[in-house]
């Protein structure tokens, strides 16, 4: 099979297209022939070696998170999806990421799409929403008429945190550049602040939920907009537990976990018109494309979703 894979650390030149042999699948796994996929900034930070420390992989390396596409296999204690199915899925981290045409998954990370739903929607949800899913859910514990600010509301995970949260019914403030205002009230964000021209922290207070996916001094100013026994959660960096603790506040960090059953919410909730995947741009799959999507993601101003069209 055709795969875009890496033999060592380094810049978007060490991604190169190559034939590889199709994997095989255990009894628990289905094998997926992946229609699209879609690019996160862990694929570029893992690629440049940022990561090796935490994860640490072999070479050669296929990167990729997100698949969407057809079963074209199942073993033989897979019971809740069959040949054919079109699906979507986070599978587990291994050598044999998604920049390929197939890729083995484990049931229970497997949901079923929508039928309206397009393969390029699907592979745009499954890291960067499940991580918004498991920040403002299950840390969280989001309920309606929450305050929420989700930070940098016009990238991957930030889109789809103010749509989840609306949701619930939630207040949610965000912030951006001025150019995706207009974008981010259609998402249903009630006040957007422009963090090239106002302090975040000199405007809003009371909050109860701080999605924190910047880090740094944005993390440490956000204590200071959120109620006693708020909420602080990072997706960049584990917060300071002295400084959580002098606001009274609680904090943690998520590393997000694949999860079949919370995708398959995900995908009610676009079926219920309370969640839209906003694709900023999209690839057809080849080494070239996939070095100038890697390379857009690294400019930290993608809009939405960076989507490889696999077949």
């Known amino acids: 099979m055709k795969a875009i894979v890496i033999d060592q650390y380094g810049g978007k030149e060490t991604l190169k ?103 390029e929607e699907a592979a745009s949800i499954p890291l960067a929403g499940l991580t918004a899913w498991q920040c403002l859910v299950d840390f969280g514990k989001i309920k309606e008429n929450d305050k929420v600010l989700i930070h940098a509301g016009a990238g991957g995970v930030g889109n789809f945190a103010i749509q989840i949260a609306k949701s619930y019914g939630a207040y949610v403030a965000t912030t951006a550049s001025e150019k995706n205002h207009e974008f981010l009230k259609s998402l249903g964000a009630d006040q957007v602040i422009d963090y090239k021209h106002a302090d975040f922290s000199d405007i809003l207070q009371d909050f109860d939920l701080v999605l ?19 909420k602080l959660v990072s997706i960049v960096q584990p917060p300071n537990e002295d400084e959580a603790n002098e606001h009274k506040v609680e904090a943690g960090f998520v590393w997000l976990e694949p999860n079949g059953d919370q995708l398959q919410k995900l995908a009610e909730l676009y079926k219920a018109g309370q969640l839209k995947p906003i694709i900023g741009e999209a690839f057809d799959f080849t080494e070239e494309n996939l070095q100038e999507a890697h390379a857009l993601s690294e400019t930290h101003h993608a809009k939405g979703k960076i989507v490889i069209k696999v077949k």
């Not at 992989?57 to 997100?66: H, S």
């Open 17 to 119: 297209e190559r034939e590889v042999e199709r994997p095989t699948i255990n009894d628990e796994q289905v094998l997926v022939e992946i229609h699209a996929t879609s690019i996160n900034p862990i694929d570029w930070k893992v690629r440049e070696g940022y990561l090796k420390d935490m994860l640490p992989f072999e070479f050669p390396l296929i990167l990729g998170w997100d698949a969407a596409g057809v079963i074209v296999e199942k073993g033989k204690n897979v019971t809740g999806f069959n040949v054919g199915d079109r699906v979507f899925t986070r599978p587990a981290t291994t050598n044999q990421g998604t920049y390929a045409e197939y890729v083995p998954v484990e049931e229970n990370l497997l949901a079923h799409m929508p039928e309206e739903m397009s393969f």
């Open 212 to 230: 924190d996916s910047i880090g740094g001094e944005v993390q440490s100013k956000s204590y200071e907009v959120l109620k006693e026994n708020g």
